[in-house]
């Protein structure tokens, strides 16, 4: 059975409270050289084999995703 | 005939009880409704009331969003059913493109749980009516995923269109965009907040009365709220 994956992120411009607690983490752990971090979901779906791309954005736009703040992206590993 | 407003419970919904009994206190009926259950039973108005749906899973209001009954509301209001979310109902009705706009995680990271003052301004809207432009009221807020967001045009759209219901005064709670408290859709029979008027209906329990105004504009009486 095929598997694809979706990622999801905040769009750039949605603020990032996680992103900037996970920051706060790294510098406190004294690791230097990362300035921004942005997280996001990260989706593994085991489908149909007649299950294409326009199915997984269909799904990705209505349910794994919110349009308003966030962009996804599809990968067939 | 009293007026009839239901309130959805959802697995993880807190304040479906309180929701019931403001409409009371207002003078209404509630009908409690149920998450699997389509049939809204003829109610005037829903009421989404606050809490944790589906334990926030995924985001705040995604899985609610598709719960059976939920297409009933979103065909409903799309007809004109009053529909007021509070808190996660907002959260929900965001979701659902009934309103536009998102609320995310809390700028400064933590819940947040105190007596919140805001500046009513869209008078207008169906939840709204017994209130005074520019009144300022105290209501309870209790949140962690309350930050209001949308894109710059939105924002521009909805101060331009009056759509702002209500905005936070002395200091913003969450990091809401513009200090956005609530915001209704074009018709005015939406309205998503995220502070809670439902439990400000009685001086016992709650900071005060101010509350009250929500339920009395949808039941039809106007200018009994003079906080």
């Known amino acids: ?77 | 005939m009293a007026v009839r407003v239901g309130v959805v419970t959802f697995p993880g919904s807190l304040d479906d009880r309180d929701a019931l009994r403001a409409i009371e206190f207002a003078g209404g009926v509630g009908v409690p409704l149920w998450h699997a259950d389509p049939d809204l039973q003829g109610v005037d108005a829903v009421i989404l009331p606050g809490g944790f749906s589906y334990g926030d899973y995924l985001r705040c209001g995604a899985i609610a969003r598709y719960a059976p009954v939920m297409a009933s509301v979103v065909a409903g209001a799309k007809d004109g059913l009053p529909v007021l979310g509070i808190c996660n109902g907002f959260q929900v009705l965001c979701e659902s493109h009934l309103l536009p706009g998102a609320l995310i995680r809390n700028d400064h990271r933590r819940f947040v749980c105190r007596d919140q003052a805001l500046r009513m301004l869209n008078t207008t809207s169906r939840w709204t009516s017994a209130y005074r432009p520019d009144q300022v009221i105290t209501i309870p807020i209790k949140n962690g995923e309350g930050g209001y967001v949308a894109d710059a045009a939105t924002l521009d759209k909805l101060e331009r269109d009056g759509r702002i219901v209500a905005r936070y005064v002395h200091g913003n709670p969450n990091g809401s965009y513009r200090d956005i408290a609530g915001v209704t859709n074009k018709a005015g029979n939406v309205v998503g907040l995220m502070p809670h008027p439902e439990h400000a209906v009685e001086s016992l329990t709650g900071p005060g009365t101010d509350g009250l105004g929500f339920f009395l504009s949808l039941i039809g009486v106007r200018d009994e709220v003079d906080a």
Do not use: W, Y
Not at chain 1, 1 to 25: F, H
Not at chain 1, 32 to 46: N, Y
């Open chain 1, 1 to 77: 059975m095929p598997v694809v994956v979706v990622d999801v992120v905040l769009k750039p411009e949605i603020l990032d409270p996680q992103g900037q607690a996970i920051l706060g983490a790294v510098n406190r752990l004294g690791i230097a050289g990362v300035t921004s971090v942005r997280q996001g979901k990260h989706f593994e779906l085991d489908v149909a084999d007649d299950f294409d791309d326009e199915a997984v954005a269909t799904l990705a736009d209505s349910l794994l995703s919110n349009p308003v703040i966030e962009t996804f992206t599809i990968h067939r590993p």
